[in-house]
């Protein structure tokens, strides 16, 4: 009975040994991240919503983390280019996403063989802030108020143009669900980002856009654009006096959000640090106060959390995506 009992001591030494020794590594890298540059990647052209979210993160992080945070633009395919560069990247901890709703939740129904899955290849980190849509119209195009739209739109077939980030990106969503729902056909012209996006509808290349808010702010108020509406249940702090959209049709309730993701294989201990130190930057009352004068609103959200919310944002956005015959190009 003794030798037994020595036998299972023996053993369960010998496995403690075994784990110590493998995670030892994880848990000493884990207490010297980070010791060089961290780069976060915005699938999206400079200017644009994620950009100037990306920014504002970049420069609490790098005194937080005693790092320089590096903001890398990758634009192109609705946010799949930055994205897998990303996914299919070193999973040290020193490359982030910046992801968006689009790259995140509406490419993966979307494509059949989209370059990476986002439970498979990413690990959730925080959710950075949510922003309504807001509806925008080229002076150009002579539309000065949502019933505006609505006439000129149901004028002829493509009477109106709307401009997206990309085939499938929320923009597009949002230009089917809102010609579904008026019963009018418009004409999609997809872009490579929002902020190409923007300029055209500033230049009157295009008619409208449903376009993140901080981007659009300064043409709103300057009078280079006209906003037509936020698509949301309720007006936006960052835009007094411009009415919500799902007061008029209820389907455009539909708020951009952004959050940062790691690769899949991030040890757990980095991870849990850029959460902590990632939610602590969003949670400052100052990084707080300086996102809503832009239209985007942060909340507390675990991991888990998170993770939650991004599942559900998939199944949402895979019905929607059915609902309106959106389809890869």
Do not use: C
């Amino acid at each position: 009975m003794k030798n037994l009992t020595h036998m299972l001591i023996s053993r369960r030494v010998a496995l403690g040994t075994v784990v110590s020794a493998l995670t030892a590594p994880s848990l000493t890298y884990a207490a010297s991240y980070p010791d060089k540059p961290i780069k976060v990647v915005v699938p999206y052209a400079p200017g644009g919503t994620g950009d100037v979210i990306a920014r504002l993160a970049g420069q609490s992080l790098s005194a937080s983390l005693g790092q320089q945070v590096i903001i890398d633009n990758k634009a192109g395919g609705a946010g799949v280019i930055g994205a897998t560069a990303v996914a299919r990247g070193e999973p040290d901890g020193y490359t982030l996403l910046l992801g968006y709703t689009s790259e995140m939740v509406i490419v993966p129904a979307l494509l059949k063989n989209a370059p990476y899955a986002t439970e498979r290849d990413f690990q959730p980190i925080t959710l950075a802030g949510t922003t309504p849509l807001v509806l925008i119209a080229s002076q150009a195009s002579g539309i000065k108020s949502f019933d505006d739209l609505i006439a000129k739109a149901k004028s002829k077939p493509d009477a109106v143009t709307y401009a997206s980030a990309g085939n499938g990106s929320p923009a597009h969503v949002a230009g089917a669900l809102l010609g579904k729902a008026i019963g009018a056909q418009m004409l999609h012209v997809p872009y490579k980002g929002g902020a190409q996006a923007v300029a055209d509808v500033v230049s009157g290349m295009v008619d409208i856009y449903f376009s993140g808010i901080p981007p659009t702010v300064g043409f709103i108020k300057s009078g280079r654009v006209t906003a037509l509406g936020v698509a949301s249940k309720n007006a936006s702090p960052a835009l007094p006096g411009v009415p919500a959209l799902a007061q008029r049709v209820s389907s455009l309730d539909l708020s951009g959000w952004f959050g940062f993701f790691a690769p899949k294989k991030v040890s757990a201990p980095v991870i849990e640090l850029l959460h902590a130190k990632v939610h602590e930057a969003f949670q400052a009352p100052a990084m707080k106060a300086k996102l809503i004068e832009q239209g985007v609103e942060t909340s507390s959200m675990s991991r888990a959390a998170f993770n939650d919310f991004v599942l559900a944002e998939q199944r949402r956005y895979k019905q929607l995506l059915t609902e309106l015959n959106i389809q890869s190009d």
